[in-house]
């Protein structure tokens, strides 16, 4: 079955599916996204989406494409027409069409695109082997608490991380503490058992697997702290993860040379990882024991 994409109030074939060359999101990285995932034909935590996607329009000044509950709609059609069970629900919104000026245009249409497609998010093998990550220093813009489709910095991260056979670079701030990765948000345990994830400010983007993380550890009695972290701290934690829409949470066993913990998951970071499936599958959470 060929996919359909969702573009300014059409479905069409996604091989067929456009802008036009003078959109803002083409020409000034002008405009947000979000990206959701879908697990058994539901759309999850949904609404933690839909409120970071409202929050990055507001901060950018783009009006909203659609109401909130025509947006849903849309969703849902666009994961039907795909007939997507389990995979990830992409949706952007930019300034839209005008000529080419930097300042905004005095009229506009916010432009909205939707895509979705079945994907395995699980990464069981991945779970259970752990993965790399590499440091890098972070070279992004000041804002980054906006989910902006100005990914460059990102894409160079990920591609350096690659290159050096690893699956995540973590990037690192000038007063050397880990920021977050290129696309994932990073977890330590520290080597007192505690939980430790950066706070929410400028300088990251508030994922929205972190922010389910952090209710279940909440709700499970797993203490945590919400702080800044250093490379070094990093290198000699107990464990260590990372968390993202389309990553859930993934172990990590090695930062750059230095191995994490015994070099195998963590006992904690599997436990966390058990909850957050429990929590997309929508069924009760298993108790942390």
Same mark, same amino acid.
């Given at each position: 079955?060929?996919?359909?994409?969702?573009?300014?109030?059409?479905?069409?074939?996604?091989?067929?599916?456009?802008?036009?060359?003078?959109?803002?999101?083409?020409?000034?990285?002008?405009?947000?996204?979000?990206?959701?995932?879908?697990?058994?034909?539901?759309?999850?935590?949904?609404?933690?989406?839909?409120?970071?996607?409202?929050?990055?329009?507001?901060?950018?000044?783009?009006?909203?494409?659609?109401?909130?509950?025509?947006?849903?709609?849309?969703?849902?059609?666009?994961?039907?027409?795909?007939?997507?069970?389990?995979?990830?629900?992409?949706?952007?919104?930019?300034?839209?069409?005008?000529?080419?000026?930097? =300042?905004?245009?005095?009229?506009?249409?916010?432009?909205?695109?939707?895509?979705?497609?079945?994907?395995?998010?699980?990464?069981?093998?991945?779970?259970?082997?752990?993965?790399?990550?590499?440091?890098?220093?972070?070279?992004?813009?000041?804002?980054?608490?906006?989910?902006?489709?100005?990914?460059?910095?990102?894409?160079?991260?990920?591609? =350096? =991380?690659?290159?050096?056979?690893?699956?995540?670079?973590?990037?690192?701030?000038?007063?050397?503490?880990?920021?977050?990765?290129?696309?994932?948000?990073?977890?330590?345990?520290?080597?007192?058992?505690?939980?430790?994830?950066?706070?929410?400010?400028?300088?990251?983007?508030?994922?929205?697997?972190?922010?389910?993380?952090?209710?279940?550890?909440?709700?499970?009695?797993?203490?945590?702290?919400?702080?800044?972290?250093?490379?070094?701290?990093?290198?000699?934690?107990?464990?260590?993860?990372?968390?993202?829409?389309?990553?859930?949470?993934?172990?990590?066993?090695?930062?750059?040379?230095?191995?994490?913990?015994?070099?195998?998951?963590?006992?904690?970071?599997?436990?966390?990882?058990?909850?957050?499936?429990?929590?997309?599958?929508?069924?009760?959470?298993?108790?942390?024991?």
């Amino acid at each position: 079955m060929s996919r359909v994409a969702y573009v300014e109030g059409q479905y069409l074939p996604h091989r067929r599916a456009a802008v036009h060359i003078e959109d803002r999101g083409y020409q000034f990285s002008d405009g947000v996204y979000e990206v959701i995932a879908v697990e058994g034909g539901r759309l999850i935590d949904e609404e933690s989406h839909l409120d970071r996607l409202e929050r990055s329009l507001r901060e950018l000044r783009i009006a909203p494409p659609l109401s909130r509950r025509s947006l849903t709609i849309v969703m849902r059609e666009v994961v039907r027409r795909n007939r997507v069970v389990n995979g990830i629900l992409y949706i952007q919104a930019t300034r839209g069409t005008a000529p080419r000026e930097h =300042a905004f245009p005095a009229q506009n249409k916010t432009a909205l695109v939707m895509t979705a497609r079945q994907t395995d998010l699980h990464r069981e093998r991945l779970a259970q082997d752990g993965v790399t990550v590499i440091t890098i220093p972070d070279i992004r813009w000041r804002r980054c608490d906006i989910k902006s489709v100005s990914l460059l910095p990102n894409v160079l991260g990920k591609q =350096a =991380a690659q290159e050096a056979g690893a699956f995540e670079a973590w990037q690192i701030d000038r007063d050397g503490f880990i920021t977050e990765g290129t696309s994932t948000n990073a977890w330590i345990v520290g080597r007192d058992g505690l939980l430790i994830t950066r706070s929410t400010d400028t300088a990251i983007l508030g994922g929205i697997t972190r922010l389910s993380v952090l209710d279940l550890a909440r709700r499970n009695g797993v203490e945590f702290v919400e702080r800044p972290f250093t490379v070094g701290e990093a290198k000699a934690a107990r464990e260590a993860f990372l968390t993202s829409t389309t990553s859930l949470v993934l172990p990590v066993v090695r930062i750059d040379d230095a191995v994490v913990g015994n070099g195998k998951p963590g006992s904690l970071t599997l436990k966390i990882r058990d909850l957050y499936l429990a929590h997309m599958a929508g069924a009760p959470a298993p108790h942390l024991g």
